[in-house]
């Protein structure tokens, strides 16, 4: 016991030494791309160059005009709320719509995955259509799934309850494609030791091929996560849906000649809720994964 109680704190300082590490490699690494973004900025206006772009206040501002336009007034006159209590909301609105989106291309998309990894034929028939899918661009795809499905929502889940299908849309296909790889990864030997057990295909299933297939999961829905968002800001457009991030970016669209720093700073928030959903399915994939059987020996 003595022993064990010596290794946690330990452990305790191990994690908090590899957080405070990681904290402070996001923190260099922030500051060295502020530092990119402003010296180009600088010498491009310096030396007036024009390629691949002209650079200006309003097609390049500063990184910190930028980040004081969300504290200030987002009506002109100094009026109002503040932009960042204005984009906060928004923000809320499409990360109900993202997550909605995600959770549901994740289990169409994990069991679509288990099977098509299970039938070999179906596999072959259906996996080129699903490829397909995909390469029509979600653009196009957006205007007909809010015309096809608002009549046929419930009033509660009207426009957006459309846009979180426009979001499950981008999550399903790399769910998919990770399961069927995943599901397929499992080792053989562990395969045949079962099946000698008279262990059926459902018991296989989740005692040895899912867990297998975890990392590939996790995998996908990482990037799922922030392309749930991207297909939610995107679907609001079609949708004419004022309170999400989507209509932020139209609104603040109109009047970049005179106030690029809205749009930017609308930008910032949109990456910020990639990045808050992205390291939600982090901390996730590590309390599964460290949970899972394998790694608790």
């Known amino acids: 016991m003595s022993a064990i109680a010596l290794e946690r704190p330990r452990a305790r300082a191990v994690a908090v030494r590899r957080g405070l590490g990681r904290a ?57 709320p503040r932009l960042i209590s204005i984009l906060f909301h928004s923000a809320l609105f499409t990360a109900k719509e993202a997550a909605a989106g995600f959770a549901l291309g994740a289990v169409l998309g994990f069991a679509l995955g288990c099977l098509l990894a299970h039938f070999r ?79 059926n295909d459902w018991r296989i299933l989740w005692k040895l091929r899912v867990p297998a297939a975890l990392p590939y999961i996790f995998a996908a829905l990482k990037i799922s996560a922030t392309a749930s968002v991207v297909g939610a800001i995107i679907g609001e457009l079609p949708s004419s849906i004022q309170d999400g991030l989507g209509g932020q970016i139209i609104n603040y669209s109109q009047y970049y000649t005179i106030q690029p720093t809205g749009l930017w700073a609308t930008n910032v928030i949109a990456a910020g809720l990639g990045i808050a959903f992205f390291l939600v399915v982090l901390l996730a994939e590590k309390l599964v994964v460290r949970r899972a059987p394998e790694n608790l020996v």
């Open 121 to 199: 034929v179906l596999q072959r028939g259906f996996l080129p259509w699903v490829v397909a899918s995909q390469t029509v661009p979600i653009v196009v795809i957006a205007p007909m799934v809010v015309v096809w499905l608002n009549p046929k929502l419930p009033t509660g889940l009207q426009d957006w309850g459309a846009v979180a299908v426009i979001a499950a849309y981008l999550t399903f296909f790399p769910v998919t494609i990770s399961t069927i790889r995943g599901l397929h990864s499992a080792d053989r030997r562990a395969l045949e030791l079962m099946r000698s057990y008279a262990a």
């Open 24 to 80: 402070t490699l996001f923190v260099l690494v922030g500051a060295a791309l502020w530092g990119l973004w402003e010296g180009y900025r600088w010498l491009w206006m310096r030396e007036s160059w024009t390629w691949p772009f002209v650079v200006t206040d309003t097609a390049m501002p500063h990184l910190h005009t930028i980040f004081q336009a969300l504290w200030d007034p987002a009506r002109p006159g100094g009026v109002g």
